[in-house]
């Protein structure tokens, strides 16, 4: 079993920044990939960025150049800086690991 906790939401003005958290505890292998996801209202949850063990990442078009995906391994924790944020980025944001270990998700709402 693995277990998530993620942190760093909240509200912010649009054009600001947020760095969301994603603290994985448990039985973890050293092979893997860690995402963070996003559902907002009334639509599906989608990939935002991920990272492998190995330092690969991967983004969405809609966030390419905007926010990063990092990790620190020491404290099996992965973060997503998101800067340059606009209203179409409000959603709630899932950290998950591997196939199947989601968190409870943190709420992101950008808004004047």
């Known amino acids: 079993q693995v277990q998530l906790v993620e942190s760093g939401g909240g509200l912010v003005q649009p054009g600001g920044s947020l760095n969301l958290s994603c603290a994985a505890s448990g039985r973890m292998f050293s092979i893997y990939v860690m995402g963070w996801y996003r559902q907002a209202p009334g639509k599906q949850r989608e990939l935002v960025a991920s990272i492998t063990s190995g330092g690969s990442t991967n983004y969405a078009g809609s966030v390419k150049g905007r926010f990063t995906i990092s990790e620190d391994n020491a404290k099996n924790t992965v973060y997503l800086q998101m800067n340059s944020l606009t209203p179409e980025d409000t959603a709630v944001y899932y950290c998950?690991?591997?196939?199947?270990?989601w968190g409870q998700g943190t709420q992101v709402t950008v808004s004047s």
């Open positions: 998950k690991y591997g196939c199947c270990y």
